[in-house]
């Protein structure tokens, strides 16, 4: 069935380190991957979206990974901050389905 | 510049109790969707909507309803809440035909006793 699955529900990393967020999924008609933000108290926030046909791709401190052959994606933070502690989640959309598939979440915790 | 907003931010219900939890948005968007989060889990869709009166059933629509009457306000109907439906419930609207740049609200976080 349609899964999108974290390996580390918690990532604690050192101020101004890279930090990276993996995520696995499982449905190959899977076309569109988006990784969201969640600040204690808020809603979800877009950070970063990559489609299938792309391997890679980047924006401001941030770049995602997209591995198609092992069902694999990563989130890279370079230098994180404390503005970055957060939970991260992943969400894929299913080509045919009407709704994103959210995974389970990391929680990003840095350190001064 | 809110631009999804969920009316409670808290919500305490006894079991048993209709409750009703408010969403409204103001950028026209013609998809809505209801999500609950729990903690290792994620978000689980319950319901969503693409259009005025239209609902299509999520992963976890057992226990909820919803209406969407005016385009801009969608709302979740928990008929007779139980305990288990304590949660955190997210809504988010995006643009037809799209599932891209979901927006959300802040949520409302529900604890039925």
């Known amino acids: 069935g349609e899964s999108v699955g974290l390996h580390l529900p918690t990532l604690s990393v050192q101020e101004g380190d890279n930090s990276i967020i993996n995520c696995a999924y499982s449905?190959?008609?899977?076309?569109?991957f988006i990784w969201y933000k969640q600040e204690s108290g808020k809603g979800p926030q877009f950070i970063i979206d990559i489609r299938s046909n792309m391997d890679k791709r980047q924006g401001q401190r941030v770049t995602v990974l997209l591995n198609k052959t092992v069902k694999h994606l990563s989130l890279q933070i370079a230098a994180t901050q404390p503005g970055d502690s957060a939970v991260y989640f992943c969400?894929?959309?299913?080509?045919?389905?009407?709704?994103?598939?959210f995974g389970s979440g990391t929680r990003l915790q840095v350190q001064p | 510049d809110v631009k999804v907003t969920q009316s409670s931010r808290y919500l305490v219900k006894r079991t048993g109790e209709k409750v009703f939890l408010e969403c409204v948005q103001d950028m026209d968007h013609e998809n809505m969707f209801w999500y609950r989060q729990d903690p290792g889990l994620g978000l689980r869709l319950i319901y969503f909507?693409?259009?005025?009166?239209?609902?299509e059933k999520g992963d976890i629509p057992e226990g909820y309803s919803v209406s969407r009457e005016k385009k801009e306000r969608f709302s979740l109907i928990l008929e007779s809440a139980s305990t288990n439906q304590t949660s955190m419930y997210l809504c988010a609207s995006s643009l037809s035909g799209s599932n891209y740049g979901y927006t959300f609200g802040s949520g409302t976080r529900l604890t039925v006793v």
């Open positions: 909507s693409y259009d005025v009166k239209m609902k």
């Open positions: 449905n190959s008609a899977s076309d569109y």
């Open positions: 969400a894929e959309n299913i080509t045919g389905r009407r709704a994103l598939t």
